[in-house]
């Protein structure tokens, strides 16, 4: 087999990179580990950065996002039983869109189905080889069947626990990482939001979200040990626990039911240095993971796509290599700005164990900042709505 750019990683990283070379005209094969099913049945990121809507407008996947997505001007941030709101809208002029990142790689199956992209499921055994000569391949296997690709280029897709990070030798990578001393407890359930706007909550009890992914589909999150199990946690212990972490008010509008799924994410910051070795070029979790509490994950996996799909366009309409050659410094200098607000907003909003009574008094003191402070807002607002590419 022989394709323009090799694309490891079925993920949203790898489908939106895929359809926007297709726009221009070049041509790529994915290669995804696992089913479309089991793809589409991870419940992971919820919150659309203006940036991201763009791309997925860009390669016609605007439609389902605009009439199913919600809109949202502000969040609410609550600490004891004190709230208040950030208006993006007001401090920074842009919204983010609510619709789940299921939904989001749903429709980029259906484009790629449309354009007559050839995707490849269940690979085992990927092997990138001659990443750092001028003609790369790749080498996988389907039901126990070795196939290679030739190609021009291999994007790296494949998420933090991929192939294609580990491909850049030790000698060339460096690799940053805090791991925090948590986790989140996430469950999905039919029933509506308790607010119409995301709630993050600082409470005595530890950190709780309340999300949605539609106007009867709630997700919700509450901060737990890193070595606890959705197994230890009914339905109606997560709900109480949840009540007890919102302010009141909310707690005693929140509608719960059964849930349909249940989850612990553990907390990681992680950075790999550079994203580009030779012809491999790595996108989104494959090169970088964060905490989710700034909703940073996804958005920042399609500004890499931003960057690696223009940068490809140009040199295969102009021959310059000079954008492949600027491509990770240029997304690493916007992930690090991602970095950096995904672990502000977690240390202001978790309870640490073992936090000193001085590190409470800092989060309680930044928290009040933020609320008594227009600047403050507007620099909040300004991350959470998402940096210029
Ligand atoms: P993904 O989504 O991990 O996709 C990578 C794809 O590569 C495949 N793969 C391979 N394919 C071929 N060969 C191999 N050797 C392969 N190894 C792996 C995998 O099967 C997968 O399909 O990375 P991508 O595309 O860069 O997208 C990034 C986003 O998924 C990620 O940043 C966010 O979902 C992070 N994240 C969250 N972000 C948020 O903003 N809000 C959230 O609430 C949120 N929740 C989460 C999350 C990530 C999670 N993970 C990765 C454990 C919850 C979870 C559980
Ligand atoms: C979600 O809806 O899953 C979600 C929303 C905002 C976050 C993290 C997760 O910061």
Partial sequence: MRTQVAIIGGGPSGLLLAQLLHGQGISSIVLERQTRDHVLSRIRAGVLEQGLV??????????????????????????GDEMFRVDFTEHVGKPVVVYGQTEVTRDLYAARDASGGQTIHS?????????????PTVVFEVDGEASIIECDFVAGCDGFHGVSRKTIPETVRRDY????PFGWLGILSETPPVNHELIYANSSRGFALCSMRNANLSRYYI?????????????????????????PDQASALVTGPSVEKSIAPLRSFVTEPMRW??????????????????KGLNTAASDVNYLYRALAEFYKTGSESGLDEYSAKALARVWKAERFSWWFTTLMHRFPGQSEFDLKMQIADLEFLRSSASAQKAMAENYVGLPY
């Avoid at 690979?123 to 003609?135: C, D, H, L, Q, R």
């Avoid at 030779?278 to 909703?295: E, Y």
Wanted: proline share 5%; aromatic share 8%; with cysteine.
């Fill in 123 to 135: 690979v085992e055994n990927v092997v990138i080889k001659g990443a750092n000569t001028a003609s």
């Fill in 223 to 247: 901060q737990c040990d890193l070595d606890d199990s959705p197994d230890n946690w009914s339905d109606e212990a997560f709900w109480n626990e949840l009540r007890r972490r919102i302010p």
């Fill in 278 to 295: 030779g012809r491999l070029f790595l996108c989104g979790d494959a090169a970088h993971i964060v905490p989710p509490t700034g909703a």
């Fill in 54 to 79: 763009g791309l997925l407008e860009e390669v016609g996947c605007g439609d389902r996002l605009h009439t199913e997505g919600f809109t949202h001007d502000g969040t609410l941030i609550s600490f």
């Fill in 177 to 180: 990482e805090k791991v925090y």
